[in-house]
């Protein structure tokens, strides 16, 4: 399964040419956004003046619907946990929201689509795939 980041899916809505075609020859059943992916794009759109935020909301959640939204359970928490105390020993802290999200994809064994490789790329055993730098 590949688990989209919200920069991923940011850069579908923009048409990026490095992006909409990979995200369109995928079928959705092998596609998984965690919960906090949509948490974070809500978020950014509801600061939106609410004419530009609506349709924009109802855009998500169209591109949302067929894909898996993956929650946040007890086992991701424990993920995050073990991996942030890990990380911030090595000295090397990552963004709480990223933590979660990679956390999300350890925990499903998915292949994380990102281009934040700066920070996920210091996560031992993620899989993750930047398709901004494959191109």
């Known amino acids: 399964m590949l688990i989209l980041d919200s920069n ?6 923009r048409g990026d040419p490095q992006v909409v075609p990979r995200l369109q020859a995928i ?5 998984g956004v965690p919960a ?3 948490y974070e794009l809500r978020y ?4 939106l003046p609410q004419e530009a ?5 109802e855009a998500l ?30 000295g090397q ?19 994380l ?3 934040n490789i700066r920070e996920i790329s210091q996560v031992p055993g993620l899989h993750w795939v930047n398709w901004h730098a494959s191109a």
């Open 113 to 115: 689509v990102t281009r």
């Open 53 to 57: 935020a609506g349709p924009r909301l």
């Open 27 to 31: 079928r959705p059943a092998d596609l």
């Open 36 to 38: 906090v992916v949509e």
């Open 61 to 90: 959640a169209r591109f949302l619907r067929p894909l898996t939204v993956l929650a946040f359970d007890a086992e991701c928490a424990s993920q995050a946990a073990r991996l942030r105390v890990d990380l911030e020993a090595k």
């Open 8 to 13: 991923t899916i940011s850069y579908y809505f």
């Open 44 to 47: 950014g759109l509801l600061r």
């Open 93 to 111: 802290p990552m963004g709480p929201y990223d933590t979660l999200i990679a956390a999300t994809a350890l925990r499903h064994q998915a292949t």
